[in-house]
């Protein structure tokens, strides 16, 4: 069996106001009691503060997307540099939310990740497949698709961590079957290892997302290739991120 450090990583969306900093300080403070990693990853006005007012024991801070160039003629843009010198060390690139609000595809994904592991940060690739495509049998060529084509060159077990995100799970609270969950990662995971080689393959961590809750967590940390989560509405309350975290093997 082998062993991964489980991350929890919160995504706050477009939530959070500087008095929201208080929340981040408590996640900080208990945080150093836990076994895994954390992450939040924040509205890019409010990472700065974060960054200042936290310990950065066990907590990281990091950003929610990114421009694919580190600088340049691209108004209302950030790039993964200028969100590492804000104090960002994880930046999330490819949420359904961006894939399907922005329209951004595999081929710019990859950018936006290589261009977060130059700047020397870690990245979040999300994946994940729409409930017609899961009703359709395609769940596994989707995701498969989606890793294969936005995984860049230079990822490895340490710059890289996927996120598979069902799309019809995501703000729901509906999940898949733990058989579901487990089946897709496994798969995921022979991907990577034809992709990376076995060593890569054992090292980098394949979070689940999509309604993980204090009540589910358990059950979705107890499946072999589970390494943590990406939590979305659950990571706003510092208790039921918490409770989240606590329940890491
Ligand atoms: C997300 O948006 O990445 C997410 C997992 O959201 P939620 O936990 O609210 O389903």
């Known amino acids: 069996m082998i062993n991964r450090k489980f991350l929890i990583a919160g995504n706050w969306k477009m939530n959070g106001m500087f008095d929201s900093i208080s929340e981040v300080c408590k996640i900080d403070q ?11 990853c924040l509205p890019n006005t409010i990472i700065y503060k974060a960054h200042e007012n ?5 907590l990281i801070i990091g950003a929610q ?4 160039e580190e600088s340049g003629a ?3 843009d950030i790039s993964a540099k200028m969100l590492k010198n804000a104090g960002a060390k994880v930046i999330i690139v490819g949420h359904s939310e961006r894939r ?4 951004e595809n595999n081929e710019l994904i990859n950018r936006k990740a290589t261009s977060v592991i130059n700047s020397g940060l870690q990245v979040i690739i999300c994946i994940g497949e729409t409930e017609e495509e899961k009703n359709n049998g395609q769940t596994n060529d989707v995701v498969c698709s989606q890793l294969r084509n936005s995984i860049p060159v230079i990822s490895n077990g340490e710059n890289t961590v996927i996120a598979y995100e069902p799309i019809w799970a995501i703000g729901t609270g509906r999940i898949p079957s733990l ?7 496994s798969q ?3 991907l990577i290892t034809e992709i990376k080689g ?4 054992n090292k980098m961590r394949i979070l689940y997302g999509g309604s993980v809750k204090p009540n589910n967590a358990k059950d979705i940390f107890a499946l072999e290739d589970v390494d943590g989560a990406l939590v979305g509405g659950a990571s706003l309350k510092s208790e039921d991120f918490l409770g989240i975290a606590n329940l890491c093997p």
Do not use: M, P, W
Request: proline share 0%; aromatic share 10%.
């Open 188 to 190: 995921l995971r022979l």
């Open 179 to 185: 058989k579901e969950i487990q089946g897709v990662h």
């Open 74 to 76: 691209f108004t209302g």
């Open 65 to 68: 997307n990114c421009h694919h």
């Open 100 to 103: 399907q609000n922005y329209f």
């Open 54 to 58: 936290i310990s950065h024991e066990k």
């Open 30 to 40: 208990y945080s150093k009691k836990l076994n895994c990693d954390l992450a939040l």
């Open 198 to 201: 076995t060593e890569t393959a």
